[in-house]
């Protein structure tokens, strides 16, 4: 039935229509008397294409308790140490009167930007390099907006469940609030990381 379905059925139909490969994992945490209700850790990969441009990646686990337990996003490789890192997200009320000059608060220099998004890191010139201009500005904009909970960063989210992605620094356009299963928006959204991923790689 339908609603049997899981989220990686869901996705792997995904896949499966737009002529895709998906590496999927699920592991079943059993309940007990005390505990009755099963929980399942998933994961899953899928290529934007062949050449391995963009990844559709995520992960639920629903035991753990880490910064790393959930999220759902496209990411790519980049060149920059594993160490740096960087987040992009919209400004609420209270990031807008918070006291600026805190360290862990970075800025493109570009005071449009630098007025909608809050960007928290330890890397201002991996983030200058890896967003170096007008216009790549502009597609990090419309990227971020393309959902009110989507972030943006480098090196934020653990994709070592990923063999592709494993191991390496990586940029991605990511959720904390749910895996997103809406065929359109994901192909959308896979085409405009691509482009800009292609934007920002080719200026490097």
């Known amino acids: 039935m339908e609603n049997d379905k899981t989220t990686l059925d869901i996705l792997s139909e995904f896949a499966k229509q737009t002529g895709r490969t998906i590496i999927s994992s699920e592991t079943e945490y059993p309940g007990n008397a005390i505990h ?21 990646a995520g992960i639920s686990n629903p035991k753990s308790y880490s910064d790393n337990a959930f ?4 990411f790519f490789t980049v060149s920059a140490p594993l160490t740096s890192n960087f987040i992009i997200s919209k400004k609420d009320i209270l990031d807008r009167i918070a ?36 216009y790549s500005l502009e597609l990090c904009t419309g990227l971020l907006n393309l959902r009110k909970n989507f ?39 896979l085409r405009k990381t691509v482009q800009f991923k292609k934007h920002v790689l080719g200026s490097l």
């Open 151 to 189: 972030k943006m960063g480098l090196n934020i989210c653990n994709l070592d469940f990923a063999a592709e992605l494993k191991g390496k620094s990586t940029f991605g356009i990511f959720t904390y609030q749910g895996w997103i299963l809406d065929f359109d928006f994901l192909e959308n959204w």
């Open 71 to 74: 999220f759902f996003g496209v």
């Open 99 to 134: 006291i600026s000059g805190r360290k862990s608060i970075l800025k493109t220099g570009t005071a449009s930007f630098d007025s909608m998004f809050l960007i928290k890191g330890n890397d201002r010139n991996s983030l200058l390099k890896l967003i170096p201009d007008s």
């Open 36 to 56: 009755p209700v099963d929980y399942h850790k998933r994961s899953f990969c899928i290529p934007f294409s062949d050449a391995s441009e963009c990844f559709l």
